[in-house]
């Protein structure tokens, strides 16, 4: 059974730093890798997706990479923004590629 | 991409009663997806809903509890039955846009008094 973890749970950054959050996963065979934006009490933002067989994707200041092999992911956030402020969820695309296994979570607080 | 909607965006309901939430999406999808959030927790899959056939749910949840209907490729219908507070949750739908990659609608909150 697939299992998702991101660490860490939380974590709060001054305005203008980079970040990392990252995302494990047990079992490698997935399809790909989606990195999702949830605001409070909303539904989610799709932010990216890195196929199985892409090391990266980049959009504006965040990058996502994926790691299959070690069943890892990082997404990284430049320049942190107070509008980044937000619970990141990452999930993996597995069971015949259309059924998402989501992680945990990491709620961001980006303070002025 | 596509645009989903939701409706209700949120609801308080009593005990006992049932509660049936709509998905809207404006372009034709094959598959549609039904997730539960419950407070403080991860989404979970609740079931799949392709049109002219039968959902078919993870373990866990069963039709009597949470009927789905897929009457065309852009809509769907949840039903939460016989509600108790433990189905106090967000309930979201999600369509898969290209092969193996969904985009999610706003949710539903639900309460359960």
């Known amino acids: 059974k697939q299992e998702v973890t991101q660490i860490p749970a939380a974590l709060s950054v001054p305005e203008g730093e980079n970040l990392v959050l990252n995302c494990s996963f047990t079992?490698?065979?997935?399809?790909?890798l989606q990195w999702f934006r949830q605001d409070p009490g909303k539904g989610l933002t799709s932010l990216l997706l890195i196929q199985s067989s892409q090391r990266e994707q980049t959009s504006g200041r965040l990058n996502a990479s994926l790691d299959k092999s070690s069943g890892r992911s990082t997404l990284y956030i430049a320049a942190s923004q107070p509008g980044d402020s937000a619970t990141y969820l990452c999930a993996v695309s597995t069971g015949g590629g259309n059924k998402l296994t989501f992680g945990t979570g990491t709620q961001l607080k980006v303070e002025l | 991409s596509a645009v989903i909607s939701q409706k209700p965006s949120r609801d308080i309901c009593q005990r006992g009663t049932s509660l049936t939430i709509q998905c809207q999406v404006d372009?034709?999808?094959?598959?549609m997806f039904w997730y539960r959030q419950q407070p403080g927790q991860s989404l979970t899959l609740i079931a799949t809903a392709n049109q002219g056939s039968e959902a078919t749910y993870e373990s866990g949840f069963v039709i009597d509890k949470f009927p789905i209907s897929r009457p065309n490729l852009t809509f769907s219908t949840l039903t939460v039955s016989n509600m108790s507070p433990e189905d106090s949750s967000i309930y979201l739908c999600?369509?898969?846009?290209?092969?193996?990659?969904?985009?999610f609608g706003p949710g539903t909150r639900l309460t359960v008094t």
């Open positions: 079992d490698s065979a997935i399809y790909n």
């Open positions: 372009s034709q999808v094959t598959m």
């Open positions: 999600s369509v898969e846009v290209r092969p193996y990659e969904q985009y």
